[in-house]
């Protein structure tokens, strides 16, 4: 299903197949939480920016407006009109982050929803038979993800959980794509490494879970209030035990310099908030770093976001327009600023696949860094993960 | 410019020639406020959902971004990306809903901006040169529109006054149009009848606006309070005095049943915020009356909104999944219902010029009244009239 086109030093340009088309990597998901981007924007609109695969939520969506009815509706791709490939986070990350009161079991995780507070349970077969029901290309297996600052001995406890969460998911998957009424049977599960920053256990998970022959393979637990010297360490530390010919997915992930770097040592996937999130606030991606188009610089400024850019909004509309609408809180503001930021990851991906081919990743790496050297640090003090 | 190609009864249809285009009548203009359609409606939308005119408000942009920044930008049209004709308010109805504080004076009106409450001053010259640096395909006459409710005597004293400001307006746009640097040279003047729900006044004040050989003449102070029943006599009364050979324009109004009615009495031109407004409330439009997706009875609905409907909400979603996105208040629900909203009215009003064209106008009307007679009343309860 994965197949390594290219490599250029540790980046590599692959491609991954799914039953829903084929994905060229290293991509970013766009990031569609409830089944629908953040801003208006719509399935009709991913063409025009370069979408290739969508992330939606298991837990949201188990909630709202239920598993069941997206399965009743044919599943999630029939439920948003969606021919991409999508993937579905398994609901553990919302779980831990998100949901009031939780008490972890061996068997799953005591929760109350965050919209009414009424009690649920959800452990590795429950994620699964939700995200069957949602019929994903790939689900997500079902995980614990410990805080950045716990401590070794609830990491390895956690860790060593997880494994077993783990291998409940891959039964119960294979028991769910076997079923005669499976909204897809060709679902893939990727498995999730954890372990904090401790090397020792990262690493030996990292062997652990490589034995499952699972279809791919997540790092999860970064970008959650680590350093992102810390991050590429454990990158550098783990994707080396994961198995080379399965795509390796960085969770939460993250500024243009961390998916640069992200990709300069081995990782394929990538799928993030900040594009949605920054348009909401007027935070605007360009080759020269972000700009802010509340400044009042931009009010007379009738040149796109960024010359060149083929994106919805740059094709049609001003800096000066934009900015206008972004001041009068009119809707289609933040819906041409999130349809540029999209394009802008899209097509970053792209220009990254691009360099790997031909053999000059280094040099786009290098300046797309020094162009975000100075505004990174905003984005370090927000979370980079969908909640 | 105006050519009426075909009557039935007093319906016209006619086609009205602008420097914009050429509009097809009777016409549904789409409102957008401060230059841009509620919803996030870009005017690249604006073809799949049919709209041949925008509508936009003098008195909004006056305030954001400012008429002058807009004329630096090189008018609405450039600046918002619109290739269609644009009709602008006058700002005067604004003034006397929006503003605080107003004083009416000879010269024209003192308020404080409903923003940040700062003082302004807008009279006949005013608005036209504002409505100048815009640049819009139409202009609209500052006018007063008294309360449904006022006395007689305050309703001809305003009636008067108005038509002295009618005469300054044709004036100062004559004027304008004759400079240099102006944005739409060409563009045209729509003068307003006012008299509230008295006959007499309403009838001298038509035949004094008359001779002035106006571009076109609106029927203003509708759908201010009075009931349908008073609005329809009021025009029965007023459009045989205003010339056949100029487009008659109802302003604010209405509802499907409304606009059937005016048309049925030799309206031409209507702009209502109902489609934008309901959308926000779920309330959707169909040729069986409206109906409210938040309904639990959609809720595994894989229909469209309404069947055989062309808009881009109906191509690809369901009425399940909009019903889904507006309940979880994602921007895309709203967006969607807007969009087949803007679809159906603009639909509907070419509905009307075929079966005019085809001599059974009187059909379409009674099968459309029908269909909206049992929740018409919701509407009348709420101002129609962008504010």
């Known amino acids: 299903m994965y197949k390594i086109l290219k490599k250029d030093g540790s980046a590599k340009r692959a491609e991954f197949q799914t039953v829903h088309g084929v994905i060229q990597t290293p991509v970013f998901m766009n990031v569609a939480t409830v089944a629908a981007i953040k801003g208006g924007v719509s399935t009709e609109d991913l063409e025009g920016i370069g979408t290739q695969v969508v992330l939606s939520n298991t837990y949201h969506l188990h909630l709202r407006p239920g598993d069941d009815v997206v399965y009743r509706m044919g599943g ?16 553990g990350f919302q779980v831990f982050s998100l949901a009031k009161t939780r008490r972890i079991k061996e068997e799953g995780v005591y929760f109350h929803s965050h919209i009414d507070g009424h009690k649920l349970f959800m452990g590795p077969e429950e994620s699964m038979r939700i995200q069957s029901h949602l019929g994903s290309t790939i689900a ?5 993800c410990p805080s950045a600052k716990a401590e070794h001995e609830y990491v390895q406890m956690s860790v060593d959980r997880t494994t077993r969460w783990l291998k409940r998911c891959k039964a119960e998957m294979d028991r769910l794509n076997g079923l005669e009424y499976t909204v897809n049977p060709h679902q893939m599960l990727f498995g999730i490494n954890q372990g904090a920053i401790f090397d020792d256990i990262r690493i030996e998970h990292a062997k652990v879970i490589s034995d499952l022959d699972l279809d791919g393979y997540a790092v999860g637990g970064l970008a959650v209030g680590e350093t992102h010297e810390e991050m590429y360490h454990v990158l ?21 310099a961390n998916i640069l770097e992200a990709v300069d040592r081995g990782v394929d996937f990538f799928d993030c908030v900040y594009p949605t999130r920054n348009a909401r606030h007027g935070q605007l991606y360009t080759h020269k770093g972000k700009l802010n188009i509340k400044n009042a610089r931009y009010a007379e400024d009738m040149s796109p976001i960024e010359e060149g850019c083929g994106c919805p909004a740059c094709r049609s509309y001003s800096r ?12 289609l503001g933040l819906r041409l600023c999130v349809l540029h ?35 990174d640090q905003a984005d370090r003090d927000s979370s980079s993960h969908e909640v």
């Open 236 to 256: 550098e530390t783990v994707v080396p035990y994961l198995p080379e010919n399965k795509p390796t997915y960085l969770m939460g992930v993250g500024t243009p």
């Open 76 to 91: 999630l791709h029939k439920f948003m009109s969606c021919n991409k490939p999508i993937l579905t986070d398994s609901g």
């Open 320 to 331: 000066a327009y934009i900015r206008h609408l972004i001041k009068a809180e009119e809707m």
């Open 140 to 144: 997500m297996a079902f995980d614990e």
């Open 341 to 375: 930021n999209l394009w802008f990851y899209n097509h970053l991906m792209e220009e990254i696949r691009e360099a790997i081919d031909e053999d000059r990743f280094d040099a786009l790496r290098e300046e797309i860094i020094e162009a975000y050297s100075e505004n």
